[in-house]
């Protein structure tokens, strides 16, 4: 997990300059053979779409994703070197960033209600709906949330895990007394959940790393909500931030 540095990217600063603007002008993004230009504000996906924007090589169930590839609510999700998948299945969405694997649950066949996600690496940014459980997991931590916007990062000494907003009830994996039960409005209280300490020890207070109130609104936005706090017009134009 990278802890030192601003490694935002070019292409999402001029993202949230176009949101600012009241719109996407101008901005294309281009995957191999196609191109998506994003001209118009974010809005609800509609039926029978599950991404709304690809970076770069990402691949569904094994296969390379387009904009028309359907994410079922038991898909693994991977993406490559510098790149990025924004979608949403169900009442859920996601922002998945560079060098990540996620697997979606459900369970029944055929649904398309999310109950769980495994994070087997990397990052990834989601939100979920008011009055259905979540259960999120990474190699040393397993986190329930309900209504809740959140910011994981996994590798295999440490999980990050921002409660967003709403709440989460947050445990090592492998320490039954490192637990925690989260109730946050605002990015309160960032956590590290670690691996190999002692009993008791494996959570920690982290810092606000990587992820912004902009990016929240846009994968809200996909599933028809909004993020339950304003922000001026003007924090359109900030990067992600990483603050100590």
Known sequence: ?????????????????????GSFSSVVVRR????????????????????????GEVLVDGRPATLD????????????KDSEIVYAVGET?????????????????????????????????????????????????????RGTGTYMESDPEQTYFCTCYGTADIASADDPTSRETVVSQHHDRPLYILTGEQPGQNIRAAPFIDHTDQELMLIETLVGRTPPFVFPRDDYQQPRRRTY
């Open 69 to 80: 590839t359907m994410v079922a609510a038991n898909s693994t999700v991977q993406t490559g």
């Open 32 to 55: 191999e053979a196609s191109a998506q230009v994003l001209g118009r504000r974010p809005a609800p996906l509609p039926t029978g779409k599950s991404i709304y924007r690809i970076e």
């Open 93 to 145: 969405a996601h922002l998945q960033r560079s060098e990540s694997e996620v697997t979606l649950e459900t369970k029944e066949a055929n649904s398309v209600v999310v109950s769980g996600l495994r994070v087997l690496t990397g990052k990834i940014l989601s939100v979920f709906p008011s009055g259905r459980p979540v259960r999120m997991t990474t190699r040393n931590a397993s986190i329930g949330i």
């Open 1 to 21: 997990m990278t802890r030192n540095g601003n490694n935002e990217d070019p292409r999402r600063r001029l993202l949230i300059k176009a949101l600012a603007a």
